[in-house]
């Protein structure tokens, strides 16, 4: 087979979408995970203080890095609008649905799923043994803002780009794989789930034409999750 080096204008934005998502996600892997940059927090701040910093430091590097720049790369250098991105209601009504339904059954499989040992020794990610109203208000601030970045870059950029490019199955291939491969870190669970939870959502977002779904149940996801832990953590405890 002869090789062929010629480049299609058709395939410019989704080109700049995968690289730009990727590099961005590079950056901000290596920053929040950083031990550096982890050892300046809490050698200025106390224990508690210092997780509760450093974790949202962690969030507002992904909010930067994830969606934000990626989406204004993009949107500076093609006709896509943030609609087109699903930053939109769409069908608002379907997405209720959706979002009632996931967002149930998310509620009681979390509620059980949390009491795993594996998931106690790393959820919450800020690991201060008393919560009160304070603290877990800027819990769910950190994880809202970082989750509609997420889902921007996942179903939003990812998807929404290589739809339009190439059609639905391979846009779902390069989502999943991005996806599943970004979770490897969190464990073999979290890891298989990405494939069907990531399925429904890339045809839901596809079907409604906005990322609410993805975003809202994926922050129901996060919060029951973090919240379930501490419950049945013996060593935290609500105050």
Known sequence: MTPNYNWNPEYAD???????????????????????IKTLFFKKFSTENAWIAYVFFQKMMGVLFLGTIPGIILLLNSNYTLTDLGVATGNYKESLIYIAIIGSVIFVINFFASKNPFNLAIYPQMRIMEWNRKKIIINSIGWAMYLFSYE?????????????????WPAVAINLCFYSATHIAKGLNETIGTFPYGLLLCYVTISTGSIAVAFV???????????????????????
């Open 14 to 36: 989704a080109t700049i979408t995968i690289l730009s998502v990727s590099i961005g996600f590079a950056i901000y892997w290596f920053l929040s995970l950083s031990e550096k």
């Open 152 to 168: 921007l870059m996942y179903r939003g950029l990812l998807l929404m780009v290589c739809y339009h490019s190439f059609g639905f």
């Open 217 to 239: 149940t994926h922050l129901i996801l996060a919060l029951t999750n973090d919240y379930f832990s501490v419950y049945h953590n013996p060593k935290m405890k609500y105050v």
